[in-house]
């Protein structure tokens, strides 16, 4: 692949190219025309759970990624670019450029993980401007109305449910391979592995729209659990050492990743529009796998270049990832790193500047627009960010919070470190700084002042259309425990505590619940157990049994009213008909079980009959 070297300055070549268009023709149509085939495409490449440590090209010497490497060299590096510090938070304020507990996207599961409606997308702005919009891979920002990523501005789109291939929303069974994902909502099954099928299909999408403008947002769930791999990605880790089982596979998962990108990165010079396309690999948190510590003897496995905390941790290992930058035609080029503070939020104002589209916020953004800085034309100036781990049910003030400014870091509003002279945030400095410390908390209450204000649960939103709605345990409210996020809980079994659900019925009128165990695409009856476990290999986890339940009585309780009904074990659903005025409410639907104890309903289907 060329490495592309332009004589003329950015600013330069956009005054030639309006030149240019002028000279075409005075005629609207024209440069309307024109203009679209001027206009940068933009490529968004994020992973799951992959960190700053798992690419060879940032110091580890033992994994494979040399497309993502050669790309890095050129390239814009960022090198202290920092994210959310767990996936669907750094999805949210990727495509929003605020912070995750501005739009409801604070944790993973429990309800918040629903990006709020009335959030302006970076898909949304693309579309409104002209631009084909695709998105394929992991969501994980809702998977009901008016959360899925075609109600949030992408027009075509081929996802799993929930934040992982397997969690409690997706398609029954989905373990990686041959399985069933949703275009634009309906299921549908493919062969193959499901990073392999995610770049697929992206390359379908990419040559399609190839002589118009187009945004697609490629967004992985590899290398993220339960680390399955074809066998022959694990076979070239299988011998290492140095290296656990699991980091085996996961080390696998992401040279697959980059065999991928080599053939999309191939794809665009092939189609001739590589020079005018913003092509983006980042992730979307620190490591889930590459570094582990044994804590009885402190040995440690893999690499972590050299930060302290992995994936969830408020240290720079926790939210510190790769973001690369390639635009040839645009100025972004040759393997330059820039080191000043930007963040994940900083990319919808970013990348609507650089493709020249007018954006004007309605609320407060987090993020800034940093292409001069990226161009070479300005330094960014002084800002200090705020990210966080939350994982709760309602956001916690100062919980596992860290205020970045520049190289300096305060974490959990004590800790003081300055990482360029001790990136492995080794020695607390706060006692010598405390007037740093104390502007640092400052600012943090204030920023947090802000935010709280704006923080809501997200609604879902009930009869929008004429199918059938499905919820799932995965988004119920709950408050001090995890709800049954991912099928194999499901298949343990065992009762959840009853807990709600944040919706909105959008029609007045009667409604039927169907209260399950298992999913409708399961076919299996509500006490019934299921007997097809599968062993695990090497290079992939395997399945166990699922486990019977005995329900007695199913309730559906929504606003004021109450129906019970006597469970039927050898059907695969409790009904329920209720009539149900228009407007938000909270639905709660549970059983009593046969040994008396009382569990919610893991899915739900709700559909409008009158």
Not at 26 to 34: G, P, R, S, Y
Not at 455 to 460: G, Q
Not at 543 to 554: L, P, S
């Amino acid at each position: 692949m060329k490495l592309f070297k332009y004589p003329l300055p950015v600013k330069n070549q956009f005054i030639l190219l309006s030149i240019s268009i002028i000279l075409i023709s005075c005629k609207e149509d024209k440069v309307t025309i024109e203009e679209s085939k001027t206009k940068p495409n933009v490529i968004i490449v994020i992973t799951d759970d992959q960190g700053y440590g798992d690419l060879g090209h940032t110091g580890n010497t033992v994994i494979k990624t040399p497309a993502i490497d050669l790309f890095s060299r050129q390239s814009v590096n960022l090198t202290n670019y920092h994210v959310g510090t767990t996936c669907a938070p750094t999805r949210a304020g990727l495509l929003t450029g605020r912070n995750c507990n501005r739009n409801g996207v604070w944790h993973t599961i429990m309800g918040a993980s629903m990006l709020n409606d009335g959030e302006t997308t970076l898909a949304d702005v693309f579309s409104e401007n002209g631009y084909k919009t695709g998105m394929y891979g992991k969501w994980h920002l809702g998977d009901n109305h008016p959360f899925l990523p075609h109600d949030r501005g992408f027009q075509e789109t081929f996802y799993h449910g929930g934040g992982g291939v397997g969690q409690t929303p997706d398609y029954w069974n989905n373990d990686y391979f041959d399985d069933s994902y949703f275009r634009n909502g309906n299921p549908e099954q493919k062969e193959g592995y499901c990073t392999d099928i995610w770049f697929d299909e992206a390359l379908k999408f990419i040559e399609d729209k190839k002589d118009q403008p187009f945004f697609c947002y490629l967004s992985l769930n590899a290398p993220h659990g339960p680390y399955n791999v074809p066998e022959k990605y694990y076979n070239q880790y299988k011998d290492e050492e140095n290296l656990t089982d699991i980091q085996k596979r996961f080390y696998g998962m992401i040279t697959n990743v980059d065999d991928n990108f080599a053939v999309l990165l191939e794809k665009l010079e092939t189609l001739g529009i590589e020079e005018n396309t913003i092509v983006i690999f980042t992730t979307d948190n620190g490591t889930a796998q590459g570094y582990q510590v044994n804590k009885e003897t402190g040995d440690a496995k893999g690499y972590n270049a050299s930060m302290r905390g992995t994936k969830g941790s408020e240290y720079d290992g926790g939210h510190r990832v790769p973001m690369i930058i390639r635009w040839p035609k645009g100025g972004l080029f040759g393997g330059k790193k820039l080191s000043g503070l930007t963040a994940h939020v900083d990319m919808l104002p970013t990348l609507t500047a650089l493709t020249g589209q007018e954006f004007t916020a309605s609320k407060t953004m987090d993020g800034i627009d940093i292409s001069s800085y990226l161009l070479g034309e300005n330094d960014l100036p002084n800002r200090k960010l705020v990210t966080d781990t939350q994982r709760v049910s309602w956001p916690e003030k100062g919980k596992n919070s860290c205020v970045m400014d520049g190289y300096w870091r305060l974490v959990n509003g004590r800790e003081l470190y300055y990482i360029e002279d001790d990136p492995g945030q080794t020695k607390n400095i706060a006692p010598n700084n405390t007037e740093r410390v104390n502007k640092m908390n400052a600012f943090y209450n204030a920023w947090w002042e802000d935010v709280i204000k704006e923080t809501k649960y997200s609604v879902i939103k009930l009869g929008t259309t004429e199918k059938i709605d499905v919820i799932t345990c995965h988004d119920a409210r709950t408050t001090d425990y995890y709800p049954p996020w991912n099928q194999a809980m499901i298949r343990r079994g065992g009762p959840m505590k009853p807990a709600p659900f944040s919706v909105e019925f959008t029609k007045a009128g009667m409604y039927r619940f169907h209260l399950r165990r298992w999913p409708s695409e399961s076919g299996i009856a509500l006490g019934a157990e299921i007997n097809d476990a599968v062993p695990s290999t090497p290079f992939m986890n395997g399945r166990q049994d699922g486990q019977a339940m005995k329900f007695a009585n199913a309730y559906l309780k929504i606003a004021d009213q109450r129906k019970e009904v006597e469970v039927d074990n050898t059907k695969e659903a409790a009904v329920i008909e209720m009539q149900v005025e228009e407007g938000e409410t909270e639905l709660l639907a549970y059983f009593d079980m046969m040994d008396g104890e009382r569990s919610n309903a893991f899915y739900i289907e709700v559909e409008k009959i009158d």
